[in-house]
Nanobody, 117 residues
Framework: VQLQAYGGGLVQAGGSLRLSCAAS????????MGWHRQIPGNKRELVAQ???????NYADSVKGRFTISRDNAKNTVYLEMNALKPEDTAVYYC????????????WGQGTQVTVSS
């Protein structure tokens, strides 16, 4: 499975950014796609994830500000980030986890999001 992420960049606090990630390859019929983020020296943390059956999870820190969506036909997931805060600054990684078969998890290349105060 290959994941290609797009978006990210530099924005002022209160601004918005949109990330997208397209998956290709051996994707199982049941899967979950989402976004994680990591600050240097910290653990990678879940931001939001979207099961292809419809379930959605958000980290408490982004609820009400970020919206995840996906296009199952295109195996693409999007993250709309609004009301960005300096603490949202991180490298954002797209993730796909197959829920059938090996249950393997795959990662995109990461995209930097920087929010200035």
């Amino acid at each position: 499975v290959q994941l290609q992420a797009y978006g990210g960049g530099l924005v002022q606090a209160g601004g918005s950014l949109r990330l997208s990630c397209a998956a290709s390859g051996s994707i199982s019929r049941l899967n979950v796609m989402g976004w994680h983020r990591q600050i240097p020296g910290n653990k990678r943390e879940l931001v939001a994830q979207f099961y292809n059956t419809g379930g959605i999870n958000y980290a408490d820190s982004v609820k009400g500000r970020f919206t995840i969506s996906r296009d199952n036909a295109k195996n693409t997931v999007y993250l709309e980030m609004n009301a960005l805060k300096p603490e949202d600054t991180a490298v954002y990684y797209c993730n796909l986890r197959n829920l059938l078969g090996s249950g393997q998890s795959y990662w995109g290349q990461g995209t930097q999001v920087t929010v200035s105060s």
